[in-house]
């Protein structure tokens, strides 16, 4: 399989995942909002974020034959494999100084969520899940023109059904370890990130790290 051609982790990459680390998930649908609300979350509390999406679209400009691969499960409107995706997420993790994230755009399906745990071997502190219905997140996606392979009406629509059939349950999942916090981003900025703000405030207590790279 093409997955097991990505590049081995160093030596000592156990040793990434602390007791201090702290790691939150921050799902939703395709414009919902998440790629706005987690620079605010990165502001204000110090958060490093890992945007799956990036790292993967990072991997696809590298050229690289997991690149490749990307690159067509994205115009499929397909989820790409979960080894590629958590050792790209394990890989950032290593690399950074701080050791509270949140992690955007993840886990997208059940497959991600056992394969980061048993990857990475840590549990989300909580799952940030932004709230929005279909119309309202197909009107978001259609007037953002990014210019992106994944943002015509068609794939637009391969998206909503596998965020709905894939990511929900996983949702679903966390909300029964009552781990999940509901943030209804229907309303404006301002509005959904004093919610946010809310539920950073109820975070457990950690030394405060000085850099977010």
Do not use: W
């Amino acid at each position: 399989m093409a997955t097991s051609e990505f590049p081995a982790q160093k030596d000592g990459s156990k040793a990434v995942l602390q007791e201090t680390t702290v790691v939150v998930f921050v799902l939703g649908g395709p414009g919902s909002g998440k790629g706005t609300q987690c620079p605010k979350i990165v502001e204000h509390f110090g958060f490093r974020h890992l945007c799956a999406g990036d790292l993967l679209q990072a991997e696809i400009e590298s050229e690289s034959e997991n690149g490749t691969m990307i690159q067509n499960f994205k115009k499929e409107g397909k989820i790409v494999p979960s080894e590629i995706t958590v050792k790209l997420l394990q890989q950032a993790m290593q690399q950074s100084d701080n050791k509270r994230f949140i992690i955007d755009g993840f886990s997208r399906n059940e497959e991600n969520r056992a394969a980061f745990e048993n990857i990475v071997r840590i549990k989300p502190e909580f799952v940030l899940f932004f709230d929005c219905p279909e119309e309202e997140l197909t009107k978001r996606i259609l007037n953002r023109n990014q210019g992106r392979v994944d943002d015509n009406i068609e794939t637009i629509g391969k998206r909503l059904k596998v965020y709905f059939e894939s990511t929900l349950p996983v949702i679903n999942y966390y909300n029964s370890k009552g781990k999940v916090q509901k943030i209804d981003a229907q309303r404006s900025i301002e509005e959904v990130f004093e919610d946010v703000k809310s539920v950073f405030a109820k975070l457990r207590p950690v030394a405060r790290v000085g850099s977010t790279k």
